[in-house]
T-cell receptor, first 114, second 113 residues
């Protein structure tokens, strides 16, 4: 069966500091991968998605970036965090070989920028 | 691109009553409609989904209906229980290469014991 991991689970960072969040998927090959951000009490905002190694598409302009160095690894980064970067960051995967488009979410990283 | 609207934003029901959440979408090419439940502090989890070739799907107390002509779909929860309290998100997908989902803004359901 497939599992998706994210770490760290929680993170408190000062404004202006760098960020690196990691997501890995097990039990599947060549998944589509996604990063979402959820502000407190709000909906899901798609930040980036990737259909393969080194292939990243950005949905919104921001000071964040994403990379996919390996097939089942997706990394979200920032050089300098802003207060507005606080939120719940969710990684998700889907299987492009299936007819369905179901996305499965990781446990999330709760980020607080002070 | 696709635009998904979801109503209501909050919903309170008495335990045992039914709850209905409605969503509309704009892209007639969308053909997959999942529903997610997110409990406080947890990840969204898929609870039911429907494809455009069917009009209704049921799984125990949960059902989803789809009206392609009107471009709207709904989640129905019967015999609600306190553990049904959560935020529910609808989504639509037009089956692009990246399988992107377009989410509604969420409905906070509270089931009052």
């Amino acid at each position: 069966s497939q599992t998706i991991h994210q770490w760290p689970a929680t993170l408190v960072q000062p404004v202006g500091s760098p960020l690196s969040l990691e997501c890995t998927v097990e039990g599947t090959s060549n998944p589509n991968l996604y990063w979402y951000r959820q502000a407190a009490g709000r909906g899901l905002q798609l930040l980036f998605y990737s259909v393969g190694i080194g292939q990243i598409s950005s949905e919104v302009p921001q000071n964040l970036s994403a990379s996919r160095p390996q097939d089942r690894q997706f990394i979200l980064s920032s050089k300098k965090l802003l207060l507005s970067d606080s939120g719940f960051y969710l990684c998700a995967w889907s299987d492009p070989s299936l007819a369905g488009e179901t996305q499965y979410f990781g446990p999330g990283t709760r980020l607080l920028v002070l | 691109g696709e635009n998904v609207e979801q109503h209501p934003s909050t919903l309170s029901v008495q335990e045992g009553d039914s709850a209905v959440i409605k969503c509309t979408y704009s892209d007639s090419a969308s053909n997959y409609f999942p529903w997610y439940k997110q409990e406080l502090g947890k990840r969204p989890q898929l609870i039911i989904d429907i494809r455009s070739n069917v009009g209704e799907k049921k799984d125990q107390r949960i059902a989803v209906t789809l009206n392609k002509t009107a471009k709207h779909f709904s989640l129905h929860i019967t015999e609600t229980q306190p553990e049904d309290s959560a935020v529910y998100f609808c989504a639509a997908s037009s089956q692009t290469g990246a399988n992107n989902l377009f989410f509604g803004t969420g409905t906070r359901l509270t089931v009052i014991p």
